[in-house]
């Protein structure tokens, strides 16, 4: 289910057709983002970002023209906006260096996951920005109700809410002055989640179980795989679908004896263009599953029952409700009987 074409021709056109209906941003704006306020005395010229997830909420939100910079893609960009995309300048793949972020002088740094930009951040804190007169804007899907401080990823303290991305959405719209395309993207989204929910009743499922496979550091140790309380849990939850990993751990990386007992019904495996280690391909992973003695026997790969997702459906992002969607449909084409 594609971004709708109202919201495509927002990306290009940059108005809407219920323009007239949204007050404007009233500056100075104060928000607050993961218990830091940031203050706005008009909206941003320039931002860089730090994730997809981020890049393409500013897309959707047709903001492009004031995206200087991107990095942290595990996708390519949606194809609606290939075309914006290509113009802009990708500082890195992965994280980027704090000297390459700053270098563009932007207004605002949106950033993806608290691990870039936090008490410990790869690419630099939160501090490091602020001493420049750099606003950074943490997700708050990655940071209400979590501890980034514990596992490599983060543990969730509380259930991933879909709220916080629709916060997302409403507050960068109000920083950058344009809550009619954020009402209009938030409401798209809601609809979107509506669909998967609607098509869960008819479905029945009983006990059906599965497992989300972000990647491995290593085709040979424990695969990580999602955790009970992130955002494929709730993924999970909306379709029916019982998560074999108890972990509060974000991304837990749990042994493949231990998951062959639990059997999942359904095994979830990410598709990215990211390569830093080897199981970011999905073949590889595919391959894995189907070759090694002890995953090839487990039921969801003797039957099939094998779902490919890209990586960035399985984050916060506006791809996370087409996600939702593909598994849906994916799990209406197989037989969980067997």
Known sequence: MPLPRLVVLLASAGFSALTL???PTH???????????LTFNKAPGKAVTIGQAGTEILYSLGLADRVVGTSLWFNTVLPQFKDVNDRILRLA???????????????????????????????????????????????PSDCEGKDNLIGADGTRLKPFS?????KTVTQLAQIFDVQDRGDELTAHLRAGLAKAQASVKAKQLTDASALFWFSSADL???????????????????????NVVESDEEWPTVGWETIARANPTVIVIARMDRRRFPADDFQKKLDFLK???????????????????DADAMQASVRMFDGINELADAIDRVDLSQ
């Open 220 to 242: 040979k140790v424990d695969p990580f795989v999602a955790g009970r309380k992130g955002v494929p849990g709730f993924m999970m939850d909306t379709l029916g679908l019982r």
């Open 162 to 166: 879909v709220d916080s991305l629709f």
């Open 291 to 309: 070759t090694d003695p002890v995953t090839q026997n487990m039921d969801a790969v003797k039957h099939n029952r094998i779902v490919i997702l």
């Open 27 to 37: 500056y100075p704006l104060t928000v607050d983002n993961c218990g830091v306020p």
């Open 21 to 23: 209906a949204a007050g």
């Open 93 to 139: 793949n992965n994280e980027p260096s704090f000297e390459s972020v700053i270098s563009k002088r932007p207004d605002l740094v949106p950033v993806q996951f608290e691990w870039m930009v936090g008490p410990q951040g790869a690419v630099g804190t939160r501090e490091q920005f602020s001493e420049l007169n750099i606003p950074t804007y943490i997700m």
